[in-house]
């Protein structure tokens, strides 16, 4: 079995989303919760999963939206997907690998040492006013507070 990158599959992925249009929110999001599925399957061949559980992980609340956006997947080779028929034993995916980033970014560069690759979005940008605007809404959005919600006021 070939070794999965976690990061260079999904960096992969993201890649190829904006060249597919046939993509939309739920493909995506249900594609994450496969992956995410696949990386605690440690990646074998196949696994098994439970349709409820994808569901509520991609937040898709229809089950025909379910099927349709799964068999779509699975006919445009993001995955593969046996159904179980079974209501006691779950369907079979297998994830196609993605492999590692082989085709050149645009603006992508090597650090000095080699050791690594940084996307550069764009020129430099000098420090202007707009920029200082820009760095102080950030900071004004950073110092709010989520109350009122456990998860996120508990220390991780």
Known sequence: MPSVNYISHLNNFFLKIPKDKRLKTTHISLY??????????RFSKEFFINRNEIMQQSKIGSKGTYHKCITELSKWKYLKYTPSY???????????????????????????NGTGSVQV?????????????????????DSLK?????????PL
């Open 121 to 141: 979005s764009g020129p430099y940008i000098k420090n202007t006013k707009d920029n200082k605007q820009y760095k102080q809404r950030h900071n004004d959005f």
């Open 86 to 112: 079974n209501p006691q034993m779950g369907s079979t995916i297998s994830m196609f690998y993605f492999g590692t980033c082989t085709e050149q970014v645009p603006n992508q560069h090597r650090t000095n």
């Open 146 to 154: 989520v109350e009122n919600d456990k998860d996120y006021n508990e």
């Open 32 to 41: 994450l919760a496969l992956f995410y599925t696949w990386n605690n399957a």
